[in-house]
């Protein structure tokens, strides 16, 4: 049975760094691209980022892109999201799925999905 399971969330102020983590089991992690999305209360689900399996390609949505990394680590089928200058906008809960991705490194379908860890920046 997969299972993912995500780490790290809490509180942070205005500016401030956390790194998101999500541990994969019962997955053949390698061939599965790894991917974040988040959704605040009373908003939509937004996608944050996406890494194909074997770490080749990384692609940000628009607000994440320069401020957010992501990066996996097969050995341990653990996938990061390293968030620096956090924003009060970016609280949320984030999720991490999984799923094929297709040539351009984006998520085919969220085949499986993590239990979500808050993320809240407040001054």
């Known amino acids: 049975q997969v299972k993912l399971v995500e780490s790290g969330g809490g509180l942070v102020q205005p500016g401030g760094s956390l790194t998101l983590s999500c541990v994969a089991s019962e997955l053949p992690f390698s061939i599965y691209g790894m991917n974040w999305d988040r959704q605040a209360p009373g908003k939509e689900r937004e996608w944050v980022a996406t890494i194909t399996g074997n770490g080749g390609i990384k692609t940000y949505s628009p607000f994440s892109e320069g401020r957010f990394t992501i990066s996996r680590d097969n050995a341990k089928n653990t996938v990061y999201l390293q968030m620096n200058n956090l924003k009060p906008e970016d609280t949320a809960v984030y999720y991490c799925?999984?799923?094929?991705?297709?040539?351009?490194?984006?998520?085919?379908?969220?085949?499986?999905w993590g239990q979500g860890v808050q993320v809240t920046v407040s001054s």
């Open positions: 799925t999984a799923g094929y991705t297709d040539y351009r490194g984006h998520i085919y379908e969220h085949d499986y």
